[in-house]
């Protein structure tokens, strides 16, 4: 145990002068090469990046907001004294800014809800569709982008099953560069 003490102890002592000259070095280089530069040393050369950078895009960017009318409705089972309901409501729309220049396909939009429901009670509910979209000017594609709002639906129930339609608008924006 004694001469595992003893070998550390000198090690330490031993490391301390070689840190210094390590420190000196470093100190030593370090003030040549603010020499050098400070003499504007016309052979210092650093070594050229190897860029593989793709550029997506160049020109001016545009900001544009996109909206579009959407008619959903849904039919689901009627429990026999009430209570949950699984409905998938489903629409078509197309988006497209305030010029018409940017607009895109027929977009389907579908959105499954639970929807709570009562006897002879009129049913009311908002939706929050959230639908991706692809986007074309004069027929290219510039991007994609979600359009999203709140559509109200409301109806009737049966004594079996219940229908529910509505309409709102869904909207959304992107940068598109030309």
Do not use: C
Request: glycine fraction near 12%.
């Amino acid at each position: 145990m004694k001469k595992i003490l003893f070998s550390l102890t000198l090690a330490a002592f031993a490391a301390g002068p070689a840190m210094a000259a390590g420190e000196a070095e470093f100190g030593k280089g370090l003030a040549v090469l603010k020499a050098e530069l400070a003499a504007g040393a016309p052979d210092l050369k650093l070594p050229e990046p190897d860029l593989k950078a793709v550029i997506v895009r160049e020109g001016d960017r545009e900001y544009v907001r996109v909206s579009g009318h959407v008619n959903l409705s849904g039919t689901g089972w009627m429990p026999k004294d009430g209570g949950y309901t699984s409905i998938n409501f489903s629409g078509y729309t197309t988006v497209r800014d305030s010029f018409g220049r940017v607009t895109s396909n027929s977009v389907r939009v579908s959105v499954y809800e639970g929807v709570w429901l009562r006897p002879n009670q009129y049913v009311h509910h908002s939706l929050r569709p959230n639908v991706s979209v692809s986007l074309y000017k004069d027929g290219k594609y510039v991007g994609s982008t979600y359009v999203s709002g709140y559509i109200s639906v409301s109806g009737w129930p049966s004594s079996s099953y219940v229908s529910l339609n509505g309409s709102g608008y869904l909207d959304g924006s992107l940068y598109i560069t030309d």
